[in-house]
């Protein structure tokens, strides 16, 4: 079900990218080679870089590997068109900063593209996420369940202009509540 989300929403991407948590490289093979000219790969996490370089020599678009963190990002000002995190913003620890920074980053005009689990609507399954979180958090490399995915992005300064909000079907209630959509900065 994580492959449907990038499947869908990474090849919307356009121009030069600059994607949050790039992980091991799980998005690459979406990216249009005929939309996109170049990836900035973000990624702080020692123990994930050398996969991701890997992951880099085979993709079908140019990327460049920063070992970085959002909050800090060294990318000049306007320098993105889009800017795209997908299953990340749950275990970046100052998502507002980061955020921010990725904002900075892209050019006016430029989209936010996102899908990401988090705080899901119903009290139930919502209170089972907060019960949860601090076990998860500690076996999930600092994944947060509760985090408001929509509420995060509009405090950073984006107007979301298109979302889908929906429990993901073979994921645990808990752990499945999916957004996915774009934003740009208002």
């Known amino acids: 079900m994580l492959r449907e989300g990038r499947e869908v929403i990474v090849p919307k991407a356009q121009g030069v990218v600059l994607e949050l948590g790039a ?19 973000l990624e702080p996490e020692p123990g994930l870089v050398s996969r991701l370089r890997k992951a880099a020599r085979k993709a079908p678009v140019p990327i460049e590997v920063l070992t970085e963190t959002a909050e800090t990002l060294s990318l000049p000002p306007g320098s993105v068109d889009t800017v795209l995190v997908t299953f990340a913003l749950c275990t970046i620890p100052d998502v507002p900063a980061a955020l921010a920074g990725a904002r900075r980053a ?18 139930k399954v919502a209170r089972t996420q907060a019960r949860l979180e601090p076990v998860w958090k500690k076996l999930f490399g600092g994944c947060h369940l509760t985090r408001d995915i929509p509420a995060l992005i509009g405090n950073a300064g984006f107007k979301i202009t298109d979302i889908e909000a929906k429990y993901l079907p073979s994921v645990p209630r808990f752990a499945g509540y999916n957004y996915r959509g774009a934003a740009r900065s208002s």
Not at 25 to 40: C, H, R, S
Not at 106 to 123: I, M, N, S, V
């Open 106 to 123: 892209l050019k006016t005009g430029g989209q936010l593209l996102f899908c990401e689990h988090g705080r899901a609507p119903d009290d």
């Open 23 to 41: 992980g091991a490289g799980a998005n690459f093979e979406f990216y249009a080679p005929d939309q996109v000219t170049k990836v900035y790969a």
